[in-house]
Nanobody, 122 residues
Framework: QVQLVESGGGLVQPGGSLRLSCAAS????????MGWYRQAPGKQRELVAL???????IYVDSVKGRFTISRDNAKNTVNLQMNVLKFEDTAVYYCNALIKSRPFGSSWSPYWGQGTQVTVSS
């Protein structure tokens, strides 16, 4: 079994910062891409940022220059530093990772965390 556990959400004023963290644990042989998605009320889940095992990152246009994704391959963690937060960043943020549980006999499978609420409000 593989688990992804997020932390770091909360309530913040516009212009403020939050740092989300996600730790993967369990039966893990290797992790490929890790990322963050978010879902606002009444909207579909959307990609926020992805980072490869080599550290290459991509961002949705709306967060470029404000959010930074990073990972620690030794600890199986991925973080999202969110700065200059806006009202429209309010959403449940989900961690995602593409994981291979065994070197042989298993395929790459996507796993999700339970989500952490980020609320930007004055």
């Amino acid at each position: 079994q593989v688990q992804l556990v997020e932390s770091g959400g909360g309530l913040v004023q516009p212009g403020g910062s939050l740092r989300l963290s996600c730790a993967a644990s369990g039966s893990i042989f290797s992790i490929d891409v890790m990322g963050w998605y978010r879902q606002a009320p009444g909207k579909q889940r959307e990609l926020v940022a992805l980072i490869s095992s080599g550290g290459s990152a991509i961002y949705v246009d709306s967060v470029k220059g404000r959010f930074t994704i990073s990972r620690d391959n030794a600890k199986n963690t991925v973080n999202l530093q969110m700065n200059v937060l806006k009202f429209e960043d309010t959403a449940v943020y989900y961690c995602n990772a593409l994981i291979k549980s065994r070197p042989f006999g298993s395929s790459w499978s996507p796993y999700w965390g339970q989500g952490t609420q980020v609320t930007v409000s004055s």
